[in-house]
């Protein structure tokens, strides 16, 4: 989602651009004294167009300098003059992910949801700042509307972890079992603490086959619960969350 500020902040320079350019003379006479008239008093749009020009100008140079609070200030006053620019808004929604500030991302995505339920950049983040707030329903309620629009195995994935959370077992399996049959599920990669608690990839499938195990655990069932937590190991023998919950049952 980087990209996506990058070409933001492309898009408000060619704006800036745009609002600094003036008509040219097309003379280079100077005109007499005869021909000199007063300055003709500023109208409301033209002093709307600067105050613009210089919100623009401001966002394009704090965002080139790193200066992320400037740049965030110049977004307000930009949205403010431009309430109805979903893209200057979701920059600042954006903003406030980067900077884990979840309230406030969620908050501003929920506006833009409410103009435009498909805006699927705002589902997103909006999912991503639900969970991180612990609010596993409405993160869950949001992947479930960004999947119908964008098909995604990450998408489906992160539902059935939230449906893990929720303790919604039959959904959870279903999709596990939905993502296990594709062939993507041994390509696709995700994140998990190695035993140096360092941060290492694995094959999708590994997670998968733990998280049914999980699934199995919470209920009791011993047998199945061991059974997915090997195959997670056969696949990944250094995957730490299977080992640590086969261990677990005995």
Known sequence: MKKVILVLIVIVCCLTMAWSQKPKPTTTQTPTQSEVKPPVQKTAETATDIISSHFAKKYAVSSRWNDLEVAKDALYDLIIEYPGNDSLIFALAYYYYEHENNTSAVLVCNDLLARNPKNTAALE???????????????????????????ENTILYKMALLQYQLKRYPECLTNADILLAKPESGTLKVSFNDKDKKPKEYAMKVSLLNLKGMVYKDQADKVNAKKFFDEALAAAPDFVPAKENLAALK
């Not at 909006?126 to 629009?149: K, M, P, T, W």
Request: glycine share 8%; net charge negative.
């Open 125 to 151: 983040v909006s999912a991503v700042g639900y969970e991180s707030l612990g609010i596993y329903d409405r993160s869950l309620q949001n992947y479930e509307s960004l999947f119908l629009l964008t098909n």
